[in-house]
């Protein structure tokens, strides 16, 4: 982030200094001093285009801190409150009940993708949807011989695609605030997200290309 931040004040300065002097005449400040001001009120407030093409001006004015702070308190909010969560273990224990009842491979790969899905709508935070299902999991797909890349392909197909369906989530936030509108009006278009964890349950299911660990189960078989 922070190289984003010096390398784009580094263009402006390489490329839209003419910007820059079109207020010197308003100011006492020299050059320096007045790139320096400019570089800052850009970063913290944001950049306003006066091109006088009305597309090209809503397009390039935006950015800056203070733009960033609601959206950055929600995902603040989000995390703590997901940290909170999973310190108290009442993650935990919401992800014990359903893996109880799991009887075969396509149902514990569904658990995994409800639990994923789950834990985005209470924890509100991408980060724990993936590593607390993870960790969680990880022993039920050992004793099933699973190989532990379907459980890590099944958390990305859920866990990760699924946050920005998610308004009070921390990527739902964060698209809503990028992309100028709210959640709840891409999600419907957001057929990608909605299709992966479908066909990982499918694939689970009708066990297509879901590697297990071969060499272990026929040495289990072997000792007993």
């Not at 010096?6 to 200094?17: E, K, P, R, S, V």
């Not at 400040?29 to 950049?47: K, S």
């Not at 790969?109 to 409800?114: E, H, L, M, N």
């Amino acid at each position: 982030l922070l190289i984003g931040t010096f390398l784009g004040c580094l263009f402006a300065i390489t490329f839209q200094m003419e910007m820059v002097f079109e207020k010197q005449e308003t100011t006492d400040l020299n050059a320096v001093a007045l790139i320096f001001r400019e570089l800052m009120n850009a970063l913290f407030i944001g950049f306003e285009s006066s091109t006088g093409n009305q597309a090209y001006d809503d397009l390039i004015s935006k950015g800056g801190m203070v733009n960033m702070m609601s959206v950055v308190g929600l995902v603040i909010t989000a995390m703590a409150f997901g940290g909170a969560m999973s310190k108290a273990g009442l993650l935990e224990r919401l992800i014990r009940a359903p893996l109880s009842k799991v009887k075969s491979t396509g149902g514990l790969i569904a658990t995994t993708v409800g639990t994923c899905i789950g834990t985005n709508a209470i924890a509100s935070d991408q980060y724990l949807s993936i590593v607390l299902p993870g960790q969680m999991l990880i022993e039920p797909y050992k004793e099933r011989k699973i190989k532990a890349v379907n459980l890590s392909r099944t958390l990305e197909d859920s866990g990760t695609l699924t946050s920005a369906l998610f308004p009070w989530n921390t990527c739902g936030a964060y698209m809503a605030g990028t992309l100028g509108i709210s959640t709840l009006t891409y999600a419907p278009f957001a057929f990608f997200n909605y299709l992966c964890p479908v066909i990982a349950i499918i694939y689970g299911v009708v066990k297509f290309a879901v590697p297990t660990d071969e060499k272990k189960s026929e040495s289990l078989e072997a000792q007993s």
